[in-house]
């Protein structure tokens, strides 16, 4: 571990596995959900904001236009499966069953596997009210990327309080 990741006052996680962006470019566990932002398979224009609670398992999937997704009627679309098998190569898949409460079967846990014990709930299907701040989120990321590396403070972090004197 580096010595900015020991002083950091936010601990970094690193990837279980090195993922590609092109297909699920936001994945995260937060507020109580899976939750992130998919591509859609067929316009390149359009993404999907895609989430699945902790323990309900109910799941949301719509454009970021808030507009319904045509394949999440009554149970997981293929959005929600790939934000699933995402989050297991960024956070693996024992921190994702375990946050989500999933209780898998014996044997190698997996984002197929979760999805399918999941699944086999029949989760209703959730609201999407937290489509507006998941992507919100995103785009804020994506901002981030625009930014050329430096070493100096970003203004948006300054309302950190200083952990030591600079002299």
């Known amino acids: 571990m580096s010595d900015w990741e020991r002083s950091s006052t936010a601990r970094v996680t690193v990837p279980a596995r090195p993922r590609?962006?092109?297909?699920v470019p936001f994945v995260e566990l937060a507020d109580g959900r899976l939750q992130g932002v998919v591509s859609s398979g067929s316009d390149i224009e359009r993404v999907y904001v895609s989430s699945v609670a902790a323990g309900t398992y109910a799941f949301a999937c719509s454009t970021n236009n808030n507009r319904p997704c045509g394949g999440a009627r009554g149970m997981f679309c293929n959005h929600i499966r790939a934000l699933i098998n995402e989050a297991v190569l960024q956070y693996g898949a024992e921190r994702v069953a375990r946050y989500l409460r999933v209780e898998l079967a014996d044997g190698e846990p997996s984002g197929p596997a979760i999805a399918h014990v999941?699944?086999?709930t029949r989760p209703a299907q959730g609201d999407t009210k937290a489509a507006a701040p998941v992507f919100s989120r995103f785009l804020r990321h994506l901002a981030y990327l625009e930014l050329a590396p430096t070493t100096a403070p970003l203004p948006e972090?300054?309302?950190f309080p200083p952990t030591r004197a600079v002299a």
Do not use: F, I, T, V
């Open 20 to 23: 590609k962006l092109a297909k």
């Open 118 to 120: 999941m699944g086999n």
């Open 157 to 159: 972090m300054q309302w």
